[in-house]
């Protein structure tokens, strides 16, 4: 089975902290993903990554960055968190592939409380 | 701007019954059409799935059915049961192959009275 693991469930952090999210999937998945998900917005990319050292901003990446230095592990970096960065985070994986059906697999999410 | 439009945003269905979550979009360029469903305190998992060339796709008690034309998408649960209560995302791809990224609806929240 296909498991993306993210570090935290819950966190809670300050306004003007740094904040960092974890992301590890163990499928050897070229491409990962960072979204929020917020009631009546459904999930927002906010980056993604294809490969190592790899990133492409998603649609809202404001506020936002992310490395990915291993093939496993993507992390999203909240630079000076702000209270409308309260959410839930989801990452997901995904292999490369030409046609197919390129299934995300998600993580179980982090849901930031930012005060 | 809201590239998939997903409605409605809550459906309450009586067990037994049929539930129909409807998506459309504009972008002509999407390829892949999935439906997401999640359960609380859970990620999203994928259900099922369809490409623009095939009208409907059947899995179990789940149905897409896919209209090119109008730039719809719907997804149709048969018989619907307790169980499948949960948020549903539909969603579309866009991009080239190794830099696909998704579009996601609002999401609806289905809930099947028992």
């Known amino acids: 089975d296909v498991k993306v693991t993210q570090s935290s469930r819950y966190l809670v952090k300050r306004t003007g902290e740094k904040v960092f999210l974890e992301c590890v999937q163990d499928?050897?998945?070229?491409?990962m993903f960072w979204y929020r998900q917020d009631p009546g917005l459904g999930l927002r990319l906010i980056y993604f990554?294809?490969?190592?050292?790899?990133?492409e901003k998603g649609d809202i990446p404001e506020g936002y960055s992310v490395s990915r230095e291993k093939k496993e592990r993507f992390s999203l970096i909240l630079e000076s968190a702000s209270t409308n960065q309260t959410s839930m985070y989801l990452c997901?994986?995904?292999?490369?592939?030409?046609?197919?059906?390129?299934?995300?697999?998600f993580g179980p999410g982090t849901r930031l409380t930012v005060l | 701007q809201q590239q998939v439009k997903q409605s409605p945003q809550s459906l309450i269905v009586q067990k037994g019954g049929i539930s129909i979550i409807n998506c459309a979009y504009e972008?002509?360029?999407?390829?892949?059409f999935p439906w997401y469903q999640q359960f609380p305190g859970k990620g999203p998992a994928l259900l099922i799935a369809?490409?623009?060339?095939?009208s409907e796709k059947k899995e179990g008690r789940f149905t897409i059915s896919f209209n090119k034309s109008a730039k719809q998408f719907s997804l149709h649960i048969m018989d619907s049961q307790p169980g499948d209560s949960a948020t549903y995302f539909c969603?579309?791809?866009?991009?080239?192959?190794?830099?696909?990224?998704?579009?996601f609806g609002t999401g609806t929240r289905l809930k099947v009275l028992a």
């Open positions: 369809i490409r623009p060339d095939v």
């Open positions: 969603a579309a791809r866009e991009g080239t192959s190794g830099t696909y990224k998704y579009i």
């Open positions: 972008n002509t360029a999407f390829d892949y």
């Open positions: 499928m050897d998945h070229e491409n």
């Open positions: 997901a994986s995904s292999k490369i592939g030409t046609g197919g059906g390129h299934t995300q697999y």
């Open positions: 990554s294809y490969d190592v050292k790899m990133k």
